[in-house]
């Protein structure tokens, strides 16, 4: 086990969770599956399961970027920052990620964050479950979230995420939810890609896009979501050579030619219901072409299993 990648739910969220929420700890894969109907009795299950290990991806990816020097000189002045989640669900990549900021950024005083989802029931969990975390004594920042109802079934509905937003995002996210766009071809084309398209233009110069999503493989189809993403952000990078690729590093060097390749990365989750609950993704971390410069000025792309057949392909993470 990668002790490095292995986090700590804190108390106070804990307590939230498991006292005030009475969410319950059950995996279940199966009905994980596709969630915009699930019911609150679910949104409970989610929370007690899945929300905390959304919390250590994000809290583990956040903290990873924010002791590189070169991202944080950008941030580590500011006083608000603006997130933008897509497909939050309960939102606990919003909590990891507000964590990992507080603990970093020590001038930030207020975090605003746009979260779009389809369930409703997660969207009012969300909501009560922010004004809970705003009441935390551990919690200095002034956190407003912004959860808004919508159900994606064409691209207007992504054209009118753009058009309800009127700001440029530090951090922009989606975790574990375009597979299910995938699943239900909801759209004709690559749905990372297209949604890569509408979001990207949202992004500061100085902010990130962390895609990340579910590592199992598509039902009746040879894919795995992980190809399936790189296929597609290879395809929106190869149209847009104004952003890059810094995680993993060797896409970095590979992306333009790469039709997109597996990976896997591990972290490890414990709250009062379960130690070190597994948690297995695939992301990339996305960014302006001269922040990505600046990031990784001499990168070496050895460790890159798209064209190294000997590369491991559930380490692809730790190759700066
Ligand atoms: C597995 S959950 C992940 C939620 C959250 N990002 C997390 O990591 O805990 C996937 C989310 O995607 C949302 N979703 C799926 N298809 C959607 C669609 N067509 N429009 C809007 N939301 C959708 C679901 O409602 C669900 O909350």
């Not at 064409?154 to 574990?176: A, C, G, P, R, W």
């Not at 493989?217 to 847009?240: D, H, R």
């Not at 009062?272 to 001499?298: F, G, H, M, W």
Request: glycine share 2%; with cysteine; proline share 4%.
């Amino acid at each position: 086990m990668d002790k490095t990648k292995t986090y700590t739910i804190p108390k106070w969220l804990d307590k939230i969770l498991f006292d005030d929420f009475n969410a319950v700890y059950e995996p279940c894969p199966t009905e994980v599956v596709y969630n915009p109907d699930q019911p609150y009795d679910f949104v409970k299950l989610y929370l007690g399961t899945y929300f905390p290990r959304s919390y250590a991806e994000a809290y583990g990816i956040t903290t990873r970027l924010l002791t590189l020097k070169s991202f944080a000189n950008h941030l580590i002045d500011l006083e608000e920052v603006n997130i933008l989640d897509f497909c939050c669900g309960t939102g606990g990549e919003i909590i990891g990620t507000i964590v990992a900021l507080q603990d970093h950024l020590p001038n930030l005083k207020r975090v605003n964050v746009d979260a779009f989802d389809a369930n409703i029931d997660a969207v009012c969990f969300l909501y009560h479950l922010i004004s809970s975390v705003n009441a935390v004594d551990d919690i200095r920042l002034d956190i407003n979230v912004n959860p808004q109802c919508i159900y994606i079934e064409t691209e207007q509905e992504l054209q009118d995420i753009v058009n309800l937003t009127n700001v440029q995002y530090h951090f922009m996210m989606s975790y574990k939810a375009i597979n299910e766009f995938v699943q239900h071809k909801t759209f004709e084309s690559n749905a990372y890609e297209l949604i890569a398209s509408y979001l990207f233009p949202l992004l500061s110069s100085c902010g990130v896009f962390i895609m990340c999503d579910v590592t199992s493989k598509l039902a009746n189809s040879s894919l795995f979501y992980p190809q399936i993403m790189n296929s597609g952000l290879n395809n929106f990078l190869k149209k847009n050579s104004r952003y890059k690729t810094i995680i993993p590093a060797s896409c970095f060097s590979y992306e333009r030619k790469c039709f997109g390749c597996y990976m896997q990365d591990t972290f490890y989750v414990s709250h009062r219901k379960k130690s070190y609950d597994i948690s297995k993704v695939a992301y990339r971390v996305i960014c302006t072409q001269e922040l990505a410069d600046e990031i990784l000025p001499n990168n070496s792309s050895k460790a890159c299993r798209a064209t190294n057949i000997m590369a491991d392909k559930s380490l692809p993470y730790n190759n700066y």
